[in-house]
């Protein structure tokens, strides 16, 4: 039984090794892509006919922020050994709502959905934040 014990913790370790070499990995192609997207977004910036393209750089700045919030949440995870706080999340929850509230182009009824799915979160984050911890 002890030795099927130690081959569950070696099993574990190395799982968990191949997790962060995996996000590691991940997060180098983030890294790559997020260049990309931002040469992309600046060549649209210089452009001649800036009115016509407008919705297409804000659509285009809220992925280079999705792909910036990926790779923090990357190195969040890497520096805690594959583990990220809530916390965390919950701020990346209202950074995503916060992007969706951007790009949503004047249905009040869904501008009034994203502000109160904010604020339940934000009143989330500070009821984990004072009465939890």
């Known amino acids: 039984m002890e030795k099927f014990n130690q081959f569950i913790v070696k099993f574990s ?10 996000m590691a990995l991940l997060g180098i192609c983030l890294s790559v892509v997020l260049f990309i997207e931002l040469f992309n977004l600046s060549t649209q ?18 992925v280079f922020f999705l792909f910036f ?3 923090a949440m990357i190195i969040s995870a890497l520096k805690h050994n594959g583990h990220i706080s809530v ?13 969706g509230l951007i790009a949503t182009h004047g249905d009040p009824v869904e501008i009034v959905l994203y502000a109160l799915a904010i604020l339940l979160l934000i009143i989330g984050m500070v009821i984990l934040n004072r009465f939890i911890k």
């Open 13 to 22: 370790r190395f799982l968990q090794l191949l997790t962060i070499i995996a």
């Open 45 to 62: 910036l210089f452009t001649l006919n800036l009115a016509n393209v407008y919705f297409k750089i804000l659509d285009d700045v809220i």
């Open 69 to 71: 919030e990926f790779i």
């Open 87 to 99: 916390n965390f999340l919950m701020s990346l929850g209202v950074t995503a709502l916060l992007r």
